[in-house]
């Protein structure tokens, strides 16, 4: 896939010379070892649509049974680890330059597991051949990131219009399962942003998940369905809800692997909130009676 795309970096021109030689390094390091891991963000996303934009470290996917293998031959390298959440992150530094190892997504709905490792793109990076989180993958942990201050949409309509013909819908699909709406939402917003090419969407993915969208319309309303999804779009832009209008938060279902102990260290990292325990105390996020686990796995199909 990636040899198609003739923009696609190496990172020389994206970082200074001594960040690389921190990834190349790293990369060896882990290439030797044979540690399983994916090259994802800008430069899985240079490699598949050809936009290129500088960045400020390098996404490693890996498993989170391979993270404490991982941290013992960065440590060994004498660099810096830190499991910064420990429901999805961890991170390596080298003076101020860093490396994120991700086995999770922030809201918990997209774990790292044997699937992503199936049928990888290689490519090579700073000299050093890698194999590239898969299209399906990163479509499906960017379509969840809609912060105020970051929203992943436009990678989302890019990636889908310079590969449409080479996506793996069938598996797509499957892959957001009981999340379907939120692959129609960006489906639909890319036929609003490219209404030239709405028939590069296979037709019969428009016509299973509309079909989907009208039988459930047609259902009477689940009043025992006290849910705010939001939160898996969003840390930030719903706590409310789950604050003071009593929504049961829903990483806090079967839709997510996060704990309410989770919930609790990602909302304290929120900055707004940061600075406000500086200002003065805000409302604690509740994870009592009323922010229990759903027990239903269909809670937020």
Known sequence: MCSTIPLAPSLEEEVEPE???FYRRAL?????????????GA???????????STKDLDLFIRRQDYERVTQLMDAQGWRTELTFPHWLGKVYAGEDFIDLIFNSGNGVTPVDDRWFDDNAQAEILGVPVRVANMEDGLMSKAFIMERERYDGADVAHTIQANAERIDWHKLVR????????????????GFIYPGERHRIPEWVMQELAARLVA?????????LHVCAGTLLSREQYLHDVERLGYVDGRLTPASTMT????????DAIPARQQQDVEGPMCPLQLGADVVRVASGEALS
């Open 28 to 40: 060896r390091v882990l290439a030797d070892a044979e540690v399983p891991f994916l090259v994802g």
């Open 19 to 21: 960040t690389a030689d």
């Open 216 to 224: 459930e319309t047609r259902q009477p309303p689940r009043e025992d």
């Open 260 to 267: 309410p102990e989770d919930v609790q260290t990602w909302t």
């Open 43 to 53: 430069f899985a996303h240079a490699c598949f649509t050809g936009i290129r934009r």
């Open 175 to 190: 892959r957001f399962g009981a999340h379907w709406r939120v692959l129609l939402a960006h489906l639909t917003l890319f």
